[in-house]
């Protein structure tokens, strides 16, 4: 379906946070230096078959030594946040239980670093990276995990919290959840869809609810900041005017961000009814005792409901949906649903990432969907942006993404959307997960053979400068990138 890319004029609300983001495995590599112990990711890595360029992140952008040098960058481009997240198993190397000065001194440089810059931190709790040692006695399968979490968060709003402004409990947790627990496309690699997602999802919300409520009651008061979670959820636009595509698209979006937000910013601090009716049936069908899809107690409903001060969304792509009934009896995650998804390969411009089209329209709706959805909350998004295998640095289609897709979101705030804050993917090329390092995200070249591993501006890290400078957009935004270069 062809939807036209529109620039719009006017300005983002003052005080507007304009940041960018990276992730502690994408980033810090040191991976075996000063006590930190192996995540599920320095495991699934040393697994034959997962990464597509028999890559690690090992050394990544060498950020543990080279912080720096990305404050500089940061600096450069006039961002007021920076989003980076703490690997927990450098700072609680055991999991639960001692914490480690040398890794606690790290985010504490780092921190600094940033503060001498006039850059404020926007800070990650859990970005992937679960300590093996956890994941050993199940990691998000484990309903305790919720108490380890609990107190990894604990020591983090303690050691750090008096300069953090932001924290988001998790990134992405439908990631972890469905690609790291059914798909297993991700760490810890496990292929049981259907049933563990559905358990890792309800342990990593336990974790968030917790994480909340102990910041509310022990920080929030002397440290002022705000916590929220991190949300990854595609656009489902209905493939035609039918109610069976409308109802698909909607599901789509329940299951992908519902799932979570329901809990948090829904009115009874419970998954969607949709969900909760789909997987129930189907569970019957399959002659199971009881849904694949757990149940909350009433006080973690309580615990839940409202557990967060902002929205934080991390959006790419969208999809175009249809219904499509699927047996009763499949155990799946992706046919619980109930409809199929795909992308106009005709229309949308590809990246190098096959699941990620350019698609700017999609980021408007999907603001307004949570507009109505949710009550108008806060909206952060955490991240935003495209790959290219070249990392050249004339970076054109770059700049075509961020100027359409932020030019959406200026089109949301004129629609009444309450987005605060935007923050691009990547401030530089990184180790992009199970694709090694073959989709650059970054703003910043970085080149991986250089052991020095230089950084070096690519135009769209002086296009977005520029924007951040304007705050908006003008009748200067002429569709020409010579004003760029
Ligand atoms: C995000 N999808 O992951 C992550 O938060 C980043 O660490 C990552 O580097 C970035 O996006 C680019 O991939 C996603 O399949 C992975 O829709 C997959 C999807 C979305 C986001």
């Known amino acids: 379906e062809f939807i036209e890319d529109t620039i719009t004029y006017g300005s983002f609300p003052p005080g507007f946070i304009w940041a960018a983001a990276t992730a502690s495995y994408q980033v810090e590599g040191a991976w075996n230096v000063d006590g930190r112990t192996p995540s599920i990711w320095d495991t699934f890595v040393r697994t034959p078959g997962t990464i597509a360029d028999q890559s690690t992140g090992d050394d990544a952008c060498l950020s543990y030594y080279l912080y720096e040098q990305d404050v500089a960058l940061l600096k450069s481009m006039g ?13 609680i190397p055991t999991g639960v239980g001692a914490s480690n000065p040398l890794g606690i001194q790290y985010y504490k440089n780092l921190i600094a670093a940033l503060k001498a810059a006039g850059i404020k931190p926007m800070v990650t709790l859990y970005h992937w990276d679960l300590p093996q040692v956890l994941e050993d006695q199940g990691g998000w399968q484990n309903p305790e995990i919720a108490t380890w979490f609990e107190a990894y968060a604990d020591l983090c709003f303690e050691q750090f919290g008096a300069d953090v402004e932001y924290w988001i409990t998790f990134n992405e947790p439908w990631c972890q959840s469905y690609l790291g627990y059914g798909s297993g496309s ?12 559905y358990i890792a999802t309800h342990n990593q919300l336990r974790s968030h609810a917790k994480a909340y409520r102990l910041y509310e009651l022990k920080y929030k008061q002397t440290q002022k900041g705000k916590v929220g979670i991190t949300l990854n959820i595609s656009w489902a636009e209905p493939e035609d005017n039918s109610t069976s595509a409308a109802a698909a698209a909607e599901r789509s979006l329940q299951f992908a961000g519902g799932w979570f937000a329901n809990p948090i910013w829904g009115p009874n601090g419970d998954y969607p009814q949709v969900m909760i009716d789909l997987i129930g049936r189907k569970s019957t069908a399959a002659g199971l005792p009881q849904s694949r899809l757990p ?44 409809a199929v998804a795909y992308q106009d390969k005709e229309n949308w411009y590809g990246t190098a990432s096959t699941w990620l089209r350019i698609t700017p329209w999609g980021i408007r709706r ?23 295998r070249s990392g050249f640095l004339d970076d ?63 135009a769209s890290a002086n296009y977005y400068a520029r924007l951040i400078q304007k705050n908006g957009f003008g009748p200067e935004e002429i569709c020409d990138s010579a004003n760029v270069y």
């Open 295 to 338: 149940v909350f107690t009433e006080a973690e409903k309580t615990e839940l409901k409202g557990s967060s001060d902002f929205f934080g969304l991390n959006f790419y792509s969208s999809e175009i949906v249809r219904e499509e009934l699927f047996d009763d009896t499949l155990v799946d995650y992706t046919t619980d649903k109930d």
């Open 186 to 197: 991700k760490a810890p690699g496990i292929k049981q869809s259907g049933t563990q997602d």
């Open 79 to 91: 961002v007021s946040h920076y989003r980076f997240s703490i690997s927990w198993s450098r700072v």
């Open 366 to 388: 999907m603001l307004n969907w949570i507009k109505e959805r949710y009550n108008n909350p806060d909206v952060i998004i955490t991240e935003n942006g495209m790959s290219d």
């Open 396 to 458: 054109s289609m770059r700049i075509y993404f961020y100027k359409y897709y932020i030019n959406n979101v200026l089109q949301a705030v004129q629609d009444g959307v309450n987005v605060i804050g935007y923050t691009a993917w990547s401030l530089m090329d990184n180790f992009e997960w199970e694709r090694g390092y073959l989709e650059r995200f970054g703003m910043h070249y970085v080149n991986f053979t250089d052991p020095a591993r230089p950084r070096i501006p690519k």
